[in-house]
Nanobody, 116 residues
Framework: QVQLVESGGGLVQPGGSLRLSCAASGSIFSINAMGWYRQAPGKQRELVARSISGGLQDYADSVKGRFTVSRDNAKNTVYLQMNSLKPEDTAVYYC??????????WGQGTQVTVSS
């Protein structure tokens, strides 16, 4: 069984920064990708950024240049550094892990609110 534990969400003013963390534990074999999705009220869940095995990274156009995804393979942890936050970044952010299969796992979600 795989568990994902997220941390780092909260309330921040426009232009501010937050760092999200997601630690995976359990029976994890051959990670294909780890990353972050988000879902705003009334909208579909969308990819924010992900780290793909082999060193590749994938970003939504709306966050390129502001967000950075990184991964610590030894700790099975993925991070999302979010800078220059905008009100439209407000959403519940979900950690995603894809392992060989492929099998998807999701975190419980962490709220990010950007507001003055």
């Amino acid at each position: 069984q795989v568990q994902l534990v997220e941390s780092g969400g909260g309330l921040v003013q426009p232009g501010g920064s937050l760092r999200l963390s997601c630690a995976a534990s359990g029976s994890i074999f051959s990670i294909n990708a780890m990353g972050w999705y988000r879902q705003a009220p009334g909208k579909q869940r969308e990819l924010v950024a992900r780290s793909i095995s082999g060193g590749l990274q994938d970003y939504a156009d709306s966050v390129k240049g502001r967000f950075t995804v990184s991964r610590d393979n030894a700790k099975n942890t993925v991070y999302l550094q979010m800078n220059s936050l905008k009100p439209e970044d407000t959403a519940v952010y979900y950690c995603n892990l894809v392992i060989r299969g492929p099998v998807n796992y999701w975190g419980q979600g962490t709220q990010v609110t950007v507001s003055s």
